[in-house]
């Protein structure tokens, strides 16, 4: 793949970098540090992706393990400022409480719920995070029930 093949590809997914970037940051700075680490570990990475997957698929992998690697490493900010929407991205009041709560959750619940948003199937997900089908399942439902009680609070 050369270089305007894989920056169509990011260009036409670029919104699951954004999520994620979300999810992970709290400041505009820190998403857009976020996003360029991600696509630098894409472009260095490319040569592993072999095409029997979606490269939506293989993508989000890249992205949630660069993410997670780099929020284990960088840990967690101290001051919370409040979210702005991403360039063009206008949330809606609700959508902005959902990613307030999202980012309350563990890293591996983080991941799971951004891809069941994102309509995966439990087997894509299960692909992408390294677990069973059925795994994916009992994992969501114990997402779902805390999302919903951190919702209450």
Same mark, same amino acid.
């Given at each position: ?7 169509q ?27 360029? /680490? ?13 095409g ?29 400022? /409040? ?7 206008? &949330? ?16 591996d ?7 069941? &948003? ?26 779902k ?9």
């Amino acid at each position: 793949m050369n270089e305007t093949q894989f920056l169509q590809l990011i260009g036409q997914h670029q919104g699951i970098i954004h999520k994620i970037c979300r999810l992970y940051r709290d400041t505009k700075e820190d998403r857009e540090d976020l996003f360029q /680490e991600i696509v630098f570990q894409l472009w260095k990475s490319i040569g592993s992706y072999s095409g029997t997957a979606a490269f939506s698929t293989w993508m989000y992998k890249v992205a949630l393990s660069t993410a997670i690697a780099a929020y284990r490493k960088r840990g967690p900010t101290i001051v919370y400022p /409040e979210v702005l929407p991403d360039r063009a991205e206008v &949330l809606d009041e609700r959508g902005g409480e959902l990613f307030e709560v999202l980012r309350k959750l563990k890293d591996d619940e983080k991941a799971i719920i951004t891809l069941y &948003l994102e309509e995966l199937s439990y087997k894509e997900i299960g692909e992408i995070i390294g677990i069973s089908e059925s795994n994916v399942g009992v994992r969501l439902s114990r997402i779902k029930a805390k999302v919903q009680q951190l919702f209450k609070k």
